[in-house]
């Protein structure tokens, strides 16, 4: 029962804080929003030399998981408003705190993959060489069916809980610095559409930032990473690597709060 009441105690920060309760319809917009973009991606941003039907799937990968980054962010401010409106002396870093965490970062995802879903087939359906697509004769499997597609959304779906997490440990280690975070990722992704020519310039710099301060489960490149691995290793490894820093951003969190605190205990 003393897991429980913890658990409670922690739902208890959230009607304190109204605007989280909108993070489930911000993060529905971002899938419905960024599906246009999702849609034309692939062919004027990463690797639109390919043949179309190969693009065609490609495409459909990035039209179901649209929003997921910006969701996966979203997810990781829940996990860091959970410490920054905690009020009690007890350490930021602990099992209920995470658990609720991660529980919200799972229902985040699950409302962007239906937002995302209810928009693919439409807009993939207005793909820009449907035509030729047609014409190879080659529209099955459904292309939002096949097991590339399954495993980018998987590894997606999982670094909702995980990123939620972060977000604790980012919080207890940052403070309300944790705050910036969420905007140093989001600007570079709105500004994409506008980037045109220079897009191909700042991408190099633009995958180390994503691929190593935060594991990016879902920006565009790895989503193509692991959707084009077949054997799972790159999905496996993307796990392992969101996981390894979830395990680092806790332990540096909960070292961080002690520092501020000596002497405190562990709730």
């Known amino acids: ?39 034309r991606l692939y062919h004027d941003y990463l690797f639109g ?30 996990g860091a408003v959970l410490v920054l409106r905690d009020r009690s002396a007890a350490a930021p870093v602990r099992p209920a705190k995470l658990a609720m965490a991660a529980l919200g970062g799972a229902l985040l995802g699950g409302v962007t993959v239906t937002a995302a879903a209810s928009v693919a087939a439409s807009r993939l359906a207005g793909y820009w060489a449907i035509d030729t697509v047609r014409h190879e004769g080659r529209l099955s499997p459904d292309p939002l069916r096949t097991a590339a597609t399954w495993r980018a959304v998987g590894v997606g779906l999982v670094g909702f809980p995980v990123w939620a997490v972060i977000g604790v440990g980012l919080a207890a280690l940052l403070g309300r610095w944790v705050l910036a975070v969420p905007v140093l990722l989001l600007v570079p992704v709105a500004a994409a559409p506008w980037l045109g020519p220079v897009a191909g310039v700042v991408a190099a710099p633009l995958a ?4 190593l301060p935060l594991p990016a489960s879902s920006n565009a490149l790895t989503v193509h990473l692991v959707a084009a691995d077949p054997s799972g290793l790159v999905a496996v490894v993307n796990v392992l690597f969101m996981l390894l820093y979830a395990g680092v951003s806790m332990v540096d969190g909960r070292a961080a709060w002690r520092r501020r605190r000596p002497g405190a205990g562990q709730k």
């Open 1 to 39: 029962m003393g897991i429980v009441r913890r658990f409670v105690d922690e739902w208890r920060v959230l009607p304190g804080t109204w605007w989280v309760w909108s993070l489930p319809v911000v993060v529905a917009a971002g899938a419905l929003l960024l599906a246009p973009l999702n849609a």
């Open 49 to 78: 030399a390919l043949h179309p039907v190969e693009e065609y799937r490609a495409t459909a990968v990035q039209l179901a998981t649209s929003g997921f980054f910006v969701g996966q962010v979203v997810a990781l401010l829940f």
């Open 208 to 211: 180390v930032l994503y691929l």
